[in-house]
């Protein structure tokens, strides 16, 4: 079972850069990483999911190195409303033997 | 849009009653999930189903279990409530056939549970 870690909080401030690592040693070959935010009274939401490499969207990238034991969530140009908690998940296949993992993800408080 | 619905947002129990709580999708997705979301624990998977009529247990599925009679809708049961039971619920559903990659999984607003 892929376990992740990522830290617990992060405060930044408005229209800066934010980028939160996840680390995964064990990840599987066939393991995808995706990432997840919510707010407060919401489920969460999908934000984006890559396998190496790098990948974009309008939300987000997400950086992936080429041993994959870890990656990166960059969000551009944080506001106000980015303040929630993002989850890194890695899995590959449901069902099969490994279980969906959200884990207590990581608090993010953008600050004016 | 995808919209998974969840029968109630705040539901009180006591202690000993059969709790059932419904989810529905309207988007034809295979799998669906239940979780628990309690404070500094994060998201626990209780059980999933990726098909009518099959289950899987997740990470916590211990007093729970679950009943999927049509695509559409997910039923997680509480046969006898307690009080550890207090949490809020969130009900997922993907799109995705048995043994393909994980898909984006789309998430109803949340039960909050109070067993009393």
């Known amino acids: 079972l892929a376990k992740t870690t990522q830290p617990i909080s992060m405060d930044s401030y408005e229209g800066q850069e934010v980028n939160i690592t996840c680390s995964h040693n064990?990840?599987?070959?066939?393991?995808?990483i995706t990432w997840y935010q919510q707010f407060p009274s919401q489920g969460p939401r999908f934000i984006i999911q890559?396998?190496?490499t790098k990948v974009t969207n309008e939300v987000a990238s997400l950086f992936i190195p080429a041993d994959r034991k870890s990656s990166t969530l960059s969000l551009p140009r944080v506001s106000l409303s980015d303040t929630a908690v993002y989850y890194c998940?890695?899995?590959?296949?449901?069902?099969?033997?490994?279980?969906?993992?959200f884990g207590k993800g990581t608090r993010l408080s953008v600050i004016a | 849009d995808v919209k998974v619905t969840q029968s109630s947002r705040y539901l009180v129990k006591r202690t000993g009653e059969k709790v059932f709580l419904e989810c529905v999708q309207d988007?034809?997705?295979?799998?669906m999930f239940w979780y628990r979301q309690d404070p500094g624990l994060g998201l626990r998977l209780i059980y999933f189903?990726?098909?009518?009529?099959?289950?899987e247990k997740g990470d916590i599925p211990e007093g729970y279990s679950v009943s999927r009679e049509k695509k559409e809708r997910f039923s997680l049961i509480l046969e006898s409530a307690s009080t550890n039971q207090t949490s809020m619920y969130l009900c997922?559903?993907?799109?995705?056939?048995?043994?393909?990659?994980?898909?984006?999984?789309?998430f109803g607003p949340g039960t909050r549970l109070t067993v009393t």
């Open positions: 997922a559903s993907s799109t995705g056939l048995a043994g393909v990659i994980i898909y984006e999984q789309y």
């Open positions: 064990n990840i599987a070959t066939n393991d995808y």
């Open positions: 890559g396998y190496k």
């Open positions: 998940l890695v899995g590959d296949k449901v069902p099969g033997n490994t279980p969906l993992v």
């Open positions: 988007m034809d997705h295979e799998n």
């Open positions: 189903s990726y098909d009518v009529k099959m289950k």
